[in-house]
């Protein structure tokens, strides 16, 4: 059977023709299956069930996306729409390939589901109690798998330029044991950095983490200071 992505540059008479704005086909093979396979999934979905995209919406919204350093660094395709500016976010590269990030306008940017179908889980439950889907975000975001993998990506957006806010959005995935890392991000001069940090140890405290904590709570900045003494007193009530 013709995968979507053979119709899609081959062409198909069946499906109108995609506009001027599109987005890249995954760079990986890897990348290409993950998209193909919750294409697949995705299509299962009656119309009106939710603020899915149909395969070459996403295509479109994802093109139109194109400028954004986490699509740039994620491979990332744009996967629904319910008119408020934030939309879930599908990984084709990286160390989170496969999962799921919500990509908000005005709150936190973090992946919430470990892969499409798990997503695709969360919005017929959404569907079928009423709710959004962000409803059912989880408390912490999905460790990924292989830390070692993020914590080399994490550094070498640190050594670019710009890149700070995908960074900040990869900070929850972390599972918080590469010490030399969190300190290296406590101590940067971007507060958004630091203050992430604190406020993850916040979350998952761990008397192991207390240097670090400490670090945040020194930091001139008030906003990663109030993070980091947070922090701190949470380590502390570990007892």
Known sequence: MASFFDKFLKG??????????????????EGRAVLQNYLDASARFGKGDSHLLPPLQVLEQSGLFAYHPIIQQLGGYVLDDADTSDHHILATSSPLIGSVLFLAHDGDTRFVFDSGSTFLAAVREAHERGIEVTDLHPDHSPLAKDQSALGAFVRSLLDGQE????VVSLIPSLNLEDIDLLRRLAQDEDFFLGEA???????????????IAELCAAHRHPQVARAGERAVRRIRQLG
């Open 12 to 29: 198909d008479a069946r499906q109108p023709a995609i506009g001027p704005v599109k987005a890249e086909m995954p760079a990986s093979d």
């Open 163 to 166: 890149l700070n806010d995908v």
């Open 197 to 211: 940090v604190g406020t993850e140890i916040e979350r998952r405290p761990s008397p192991a983490l207390l240097p």
